[in-house]
Nanobody, 125 residues
């Protein structure tokens, strides 16, 4: 049984930092491109970061470039999201996503094979 579990969300002031983690089990982690999607109230879910299964290639949405960093540790079956210089507009539910593919293109275009349950990030002004 595949499980994808996020952790690390919370409430932070604008300008602060948070680190999210996502641990996947029941799958061969390094067969999967991994990503972070987010959904703010009243808005559609959007893919904001992705990393290829090797970790060599990454994708960053313009809204998070220069502030967020995605990384993975295939030995630990874990995906990370370091969020710095947080803004109130970053407030959303953040979801970890996994797609069995080498690159990010399929994950971003068609969504994930597996989703986490989400972790809430709230940035106060």
């Amino acid at each position: 049984q595949v499980q994808v579990v996020e952790s690390g969300g919370g409430l932070v002031q604008a300008g602060g930092s948070l680190r999210l983690s996502c641990t996947a089990s029941g799958l061969t982690f390094d067969d999967y491109a991994m990503g972070w999607f987010r959904q703010a109230p009243g808005k559609e879910r959007e893919g904001v970061l992705c990393i290829s299964r090797s970790g060599v290639s990454t994708y960053y949405a313009d809204s998070v470039k220069g502030r967020f960093t995605i990384s993975r540790d295939n030995a630990k079956n874990t995906l990370y999201l370091q969020m710095n210089s947080l803004k109130p507009e970053d407030t959303a539910m953040y979801y970890c996503a996994a797609r069995e593919a080498a690159s990010c293109s399929g994950l971003l275009a068609f969504g994930a094979d597996y989703w986490g349950q989400g972790t809430q990030v709230t940035v106060s002004s």
